[in-house]
């Protein structure tokens, strides 16, 4: 079972800003990095092994773009799926004062 997604948003705060927010608000282990596809960006492990789950977040000329992607053959897949977007929608995104959430383009294609 996969599920990848992606949303774009309008956030006032900076990156580095937005690392300090998700960092402290603890649900997942942030990390900085940079990469030639998108610059810098953060990212966290949202299912541990032997599920497969990373959030991306990547700047995208002035708006934000959350990237989703999870992957899993195990029993209960759905619900630990629904959970991360829950987490993604219920935490996430306000923590870090998101507004105007699109769907978008997912960067994994």
Known sequence: MTDLYAYSFYSPLSMA???QRLDALGTWRWIERDN???GEYIS???LRDP???MVKLISDGGRY???VYLRSDQPGAGAAFAAIRDTVFQQVLPAIDASDILKTNDIES
Request: charged letters at 25%; glycine letters at 6%.
């Open 44 to 46: 966290a492990r949202a």
């Open 17 to 19: 800003e937005i690392f």
């Open 51 to 53: 599920h497969d789950g």
């Open 65 to 67: 773009i959350i990237n």
């Open 36 to 38: 030639d596809n998108w």
